[in-house]
């Protein structure tokens, strides 16, 4: 069904314009989605990307819109949205969180409530970076199991709450076990798709996906594609399938949540304008919609407003102190040559990743990242290593070969940056910082063709990738010189790299 009114308001928002219609499925047995073949979408402006960063989904279900009715009470916005795997507004949540708690005072054996009430607290920690909120979510969820164990919605609660921890094995059991009880139950299946990808299990989320897309259409099921198109490199089809969600969204921190996405999409492809206007956009629409403050930060930073990206930064990071924002205002810092600001930055991601791991947060990969760049190598390399073994993600794929790049072990270093850039092992994605770490690492290996080539690539991706980095990427190409003759084109995994 769709919202006429609700899609023109998007496509002025979002600047893409695009028709509602199911996704196909693939039977290539290759673990890629098909692309979506049964439409055709005119992109207004480039969009590009989204970012799914281990949370809940962001939309409430399909349904028609402007139909006149009044506005739900906050507590059943904010219920709706926590019971279906939606991003819900702070204010609505602190109301039914408050229900809630009366509510249990008075009636502590009803499963359900205690199932959403731990589901509260999972938005809340996850929409706040306040990790103290997942314990008080643990106990609630098993306090619900406890009072009814063939219990899905607390199962699906536990699996949320594994996906905002980022113990991606332990939401694929709470998750498995939940459609064990209900296989039609499809908000359960995002959960599942987190964490199958946060385990670098890309042929398994695509299974899931198909069977999704049999069960459900709609907003939050077309965000969830999005991110998987995201991850195969189909910009386009990603970028097509949030401009969808975007437009079916009924509630302001529903249609933010995927407005900051397609800005990030925006932001991975370089494309500045775009990603500022879909970042101030969500903003206006939910000013707790810090990603977006973040996204903001590191687009006006690039366009050489830093006052303002600063400002930006501080600003994400006064409600949501993750220790990811905290990296990216360093490294800004460090650019800036305000080396002892950078410093203090650190010094809080330190502190702000200790807190998160308190809370049973994994906050390894960003720590991971920032002991390579900015710490002890050799740290960030065991960190990763173990990292690894639990879930080999691309992206933790690509930390750790990086890691041991800075570690001085170029050669095994090479083969992870491989693996995160390897389409066959689910390294589609177009990643500016991925192509570049895989440069660095071929030429240090005396590797020309292909160093100048990915060097290439990062910059041709994103040339604003990171304040940091693309000024070194532009020095190492300008080092490589311009290619010879005696270049060999791509020899990728069968070139034999030769130590200085």
Excluded at 225 to 247: N, P, T
Excluded at 364 to 385: M, N, Q, S
Excluded at 466 to 480: F, G, Q
Aim: charged share 30%; hydrophobic share 40%; proline share 5%.
């Amino acid at each position: 069904m769709e919202n006429s009114a609700m899609r023109n308001s998007a496509s002025e928002s979002s600047a893409t314009e695009s028709s509602t219609a199911d996704h196909g499925t693939s039977q290539d047995g290759q673990g890629t989605p098909e692309r979506p073949r049964d439409r055709r979408r005119v992109l207004i402006a480039s969009v590009a990307g989204c970012v799914v960063l281990g949370g809940v989904l962001t939309l409430l279900p399909w349904g028609p819109g402007g139909t006149g009715s009044p506005a739900p009470a906050p507590g059943s916005q904010a219920l709706a949205a926590v019971t279906t795997g939606v991003t819900a507004a702070l204010p609505d949540l602190a109301v039914l969180i408050d229900e809630r708690e009366t509510h249990l005072r008075r009636h502590p054996e009803d499963a359900r409530s205690w199932a959403v009430l731990g589901a509260a607290y999972v938005e809340q920690g996850r929409r706040t970076a306040d990790p103290a909120y997942y314990p008080k979510a643990e106990k609630a969820l098993r306090t619900s199991l406890r009072a009814r164990e063939t219990n899905v919605e607390a199962l699906d609660g536990m699996a949320a709450l594994a996906n905002a921890r980022r113990d991606y094995g332990a939401a694929r059991t709470w998750s498995e076990a939940a459609l064990k009880l209900d296989g039609r139950r499809w908000t359960t299946y995002p959960l599942l798709i987190d964490a199958q990808t946060g385990l670098g299990d890309y042929k398994a989320a695509k299974r899931t996906l198909d069977r999704l897309l049999k069960l459900r259409s709609g907003p939050a099921v077309q965000a969830r594609a999005a991110a998987l198109y995201r991850d195969r490199g189909w910009r386009e089809d990603a970028a097509a399938a949030l401009s969808d969600a975007a437009a079916g969204a009924e509630a302001p921190a529903e249609r933010a949540a995927y407005l900051e996405r397609t800005g990030q999409l925006a932001w991975e492809r370089g494309d500045l304008e775009v990603a500022l206007r879909h970042f101030q956009a969500a903003v206006r629409l939910d000013p707790d919609q810090r990603a977006a403050l973040a996204g903001q930060g590191r687009t006006l930073a690039a366009l050489g407003r830093s006052t303002e990206a600063l400002n930006a930064y501080r600003a994400a990071l006064a409600k949501q102190p993750l220790p990811e924002y905290a990296l990216e205002l360093g490294e800004l810092y460090e650019s800036m040559g305000l080396g002892q600001a950078a410093r203090v930055q650190y010094d809080l991601l330190r502190e702000r990743a200790a807190r998160a791991a308190a809370g049973g947060v994994d906050e390894e990969l960003v720590l991971g990242l920032f002991e390579a760049d900015h710490g002890d190598a050799e740290l960030a390399v065991r960190r990763l290593r173990t990292e690894w073994r639990r879930q080999p993600s691309i992206a933790v794929a690509d930390a750790l070969g990086w890691a041991l790049h800075r570690a001085g072990e170029d050669e095994e270093a090479l083969k992870f940056a491989r693996r995160a850039t390897d389409k066959h092992k689910g390294g589609g994605v177009r990643s500016a910082l991925y192509a570049y770490h895989r440069g660095m690492i071929e030429r240090e290996l005396e590797m020309a063709g292909p160093a100048r080539r990915h060097l290439g690539e990062a910059l041709r991706i994103n040339p604003h990738f990171s304040p940091t980095r693309v000024p070194l990427a532009e020095e190492a190409l300008e080092e490589l010189g311009e290619p010879s003759v005696k270049d060999v084109p791509d020899m990728d995994a069968d070139a034999k790299p030769r130590r200085k």
